[in-house]
């Protein structure tokens, strides 16, 4: 069987990780996280001199791509968190358009009105949104997901209905209504507790 690359075998011929190569496998998370295309990441590999999985001298766009979503990754080569976030990343890129860089029309359903409203409360960062492979969304702090506990220690990850269910109640709403969200809601800071500090605008929208 052929081992996913940065896996290797060790001498007892147990699966072992690939020190070199998992390293390789870590920068191209970090380079598609920082934004970088996987044309660029391909280029850069390239001009890196490092040999694609199979010893090819140039790496293409679907290995990159399958080397993102391979979740043998997961907790040994990379974080739970990397690698949700790049795949929810993946998902946003999808719903790009290339050429014109706006969002395709009809798939921007993904997007969600409480981004970009959810703070929080100990590193003042945004919350991100991650659909979890079980299909179940949660909400972390994007600087703990990004750059580990060690600069935001106690941010909660937080299910998106139970982020629902407190801006209805705040709200006084029977469901959760975008429209109303979107017109009222300033911001929502997130306590390392749990609980949510939701603070109103002062004025409606028009
Ligand atoms: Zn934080």
């Not at 492979?133 to 935001?152: D, I, Q």
């Not at 979107?182 to 004025?203: D, F, W």
Request: hydrophobic fraction near 30%; include cysteine.
């Amino acid at each position: 069987m052929r081992l996913p690359y940065g896996f290797c075998y060790n001498s007892d011929g147990h699966i072992a990780i690939d020190n070199e190569k998992s390293d390789i496998v870590r920068m191209i998370y970090r380079q598609y996280l920082s934004g970088m295309s996987l044309g660029r990441i391909a280029d850069f590999l390239y001009q890196q001199g490092i040999p694609s999985p199979t010893g090819k001298t140039s790496w293409t766009q679907p290995v990159i791509s399958d080397l993102l979503s391979n979740k043998k990754y997961i907790g040994s080569i990379v974080s739970f968190d990397e690698y949700f976030i790049v795949q929810g990343e993946k998902g946003n890129r999808s719903n790009i358009d290339e050429n014109t860089k706006h969002r395709k029309a009809t798939r921007y359903s993904s997007q969600s009105v409480l981004s970009g409203l959810l703070i929080c409360a100990e590193c003042e960062h945004n919350y991100r949104r991650i659909t979890r492979p079980s299909g179940e969304v949660v909400w972390r702090c994007a600087n703990r997901v990004e750059h580990g506990k060690k600069f935001c220690k106690h941010s909660p990850s937080i299910l998106e209905e139970t982020i629902k269910g407190i801006v209805c109640e705040r709200l006084g709403l029977e469901t959760f209504d975008e429209q109303a969200v979107k017109e009222s809601v300033g911001y929502i800071a997130v306590q390392q507790n749990g609980t949510m500090h939701i603070e109103l605008r002062q004025y409606r929208l028009s």
